[in-house]
């Protein structure tokens, strides 16, 4: 068994590789490399920060420009769209200009924030890997490309012959191979002490809570999580944990289940998805 | 290392890690970023004043320390890179964590070692630190339970590790670049 961590993606991703005993252990180490590997990918292609990146060019495109992005950034979006639909807009990515009013995000340039207009779509997936911008916006994939980025991770090792295994991008994590893998869940009262312990097995669990990032801002309490149909800051003291067979839609979910305070939000069923709030 | 001439020896009745997870010690970390080295050397660093004002200047961050811990990778007698060790702390973690450097002094590789989260505020207490600061890297041989594999939780963010980061990049654009 070998087990490493890397910062990407803004936090500490950790990857463990369970393999065959008598396997090489520097295979592991190979296989943990190249896992390492795609989650970079994912943080060149989906960085709000970075100006290069396809969500910035997204970002500072104009309407009715056409782009060509990677099929990775392309599946994200899509998702994070269809994500949008299900939950009738508690999810939508495209309220990156409240987080950077609020300063949870930079800045990209110098210009004045778009404004954030709820039930304006803000791009279009066309055929992949093609994205139309429709509207002045800005989107952060920061509620859904943590997730992404554990599924490719996860991939990447099963393509490698690795038997079982679990990566975690600073708490959203999958689990994979015929074994159990404990998980503890933070308490969203003191984040340092355990709130809940489960079992994985072939399984993603992704939480979000805003015990970490939520802060004062312009006299009022904001934090990284926002309410997609009125654009406001989600500050709860729940903690919401949902379990998905993949982490991207885990991921996503988490934001609907905390906008909504519905551990059972008709979104889950269709997705295999269960959600507890703590 | 770093915190040792602050404290008195005998401090060490500090309480155990909250969470933590143990990756690589620094034998292994030095392998995973140079695998075909057939040495290592410590050499370590010392700053000098204009030194530490110039790693200021570059990094745009406090220089925070005067001596750095260093790794020379080999092949032969070729001059391969350099892994610097280094410790921060966070909110309430303690993360001990190694950049892999090549001879231009740009960043190869970051691997972290040790991860630790305290309980409550003992993360700011040297006692606390001092059990663990400077061990693994050193010896990897400290041992930490591992009956709980992986938290989930919101998510931390890691800005004192990209610093830190940050920091060695400039310590070795100014003392090591080749």
């Given at each position: 068994m070998m087990r490493r961590a890397q910062p990407w993606l803004g936090t500490l991703v950790d990857i463990t590789a369970d393999g065959d005993p008598q396997a090489e252990s520097q295979a592991e180490s190979q296989a943990i490399t190249q896992a390492f590997a795609e989650i970079a990918l994912v943080h060149r292609l989906m960085s709000f920060h970075d100006a290069a990146s396809d969500v910035s060019r997204l970002n500072v495109a104009a309407p009715g420009e056409l782009l060509e992005l990677h099929p990775h950034t392309w599946r994200v979006l899509q998702l994070a769209a269809r994500m949008t639909e299900l939950s009738h807009g508690l999810f939508?990515?495209?309220c990156a200009p409240r987080l950077v009013d609020w300063q949870c995000l930079p800045r990209p340039g110098t210009g004045e924030s778009p404004p954030y207009q709820p039930a304006l779509a803000v791009y279009r997936c066309e055929q992949s890997p093609m994205v139309c911008k429709l509207a002045p916006g800005w989107v952060d994939v920061g509620g859904v490309a943590k997730g992404y980025a554990v599924d490719l991770a996860v991939e990447s090792l099963q393509r490698a012959g690795v038997a079982s295994g679990c990566v975690n991008a600073g708490g959203d994590l999958r689990a994979f191979g015929e074994r159990d893998w404990p998980v503890a869940v933070r308490d969203p009262q003191a984040p340092q002490r355990v709130g809940a312990q489960l079992v994985l097995r072939n399984e993603a669990l992704a939480t979000s809570a805003s015990y970490f990032s939520a802060r004062r801002h312009g006299g009022r309490q904001v934090s990284a999580l926002v309410d997609g149909r009125s654009g406001e800051p989600l500050v709860t003291p729940a903690s919401v944990s949902v379990r998905a067979p993949r982490c991207d839609i885990a991921d996503a979910l988490t934001k609907v289940v905390l906008a909504s305070g519905d551990a059972r939000h008709p979104a889950l069923a269709g997705l295999h998805a269960a959600a507890f709030i703590i | 290392m770093r915190y040792r001439h602050l404290i008195?020896?005998?401090?060490?009745a500090a309480g155990a890690p909250a969470f933590a997870a143990q990756y690589l010690n620094a034998e292994q970390a030095q392998k995973l970023m140079f695998p075909e080295a057939t040495a290592f050397r410590q050499q370590d660093l010392a700053l000098s004043l204009p030194q530490m004002q110039q790693v200021e200047k570059l990094a745009g961050l406090a220089a925070r320390s005067v001596n750095w811990r260093v790794v020379g990778a080999y092949s032969g007698d070729q001059l391969l890179g350099y892994m610097v060790l280094d410790d921060v702390i966070g909110k309430f973690e303690l993360i001990s964590y190694a950049v892999g450097l090549n001879p231009d002094a740009t960043v190869r590789q970051i691997e972290i070692l040790t991860y630790r989260e305290s309980h409550g505020g003992e993360i700011r207490l040297p006692a606390w630190r001092h059990q663990f600061v400077g061990k693994s890297a050193r010896t990897g041989g400290l041992a930490v339970g591992d009956g709980i594999a992986n938290i989930s939780g919101a998510t931390l963010s890691c800005t004192h590790l990209t610093d830190g980061v940050r920091r060695i990049a400039a310590v070795a654009q100014v003392a090591l670049k080749k």
């Open positions: 939508n990515i495209a | 008195p020896l005998a401090a060490c």
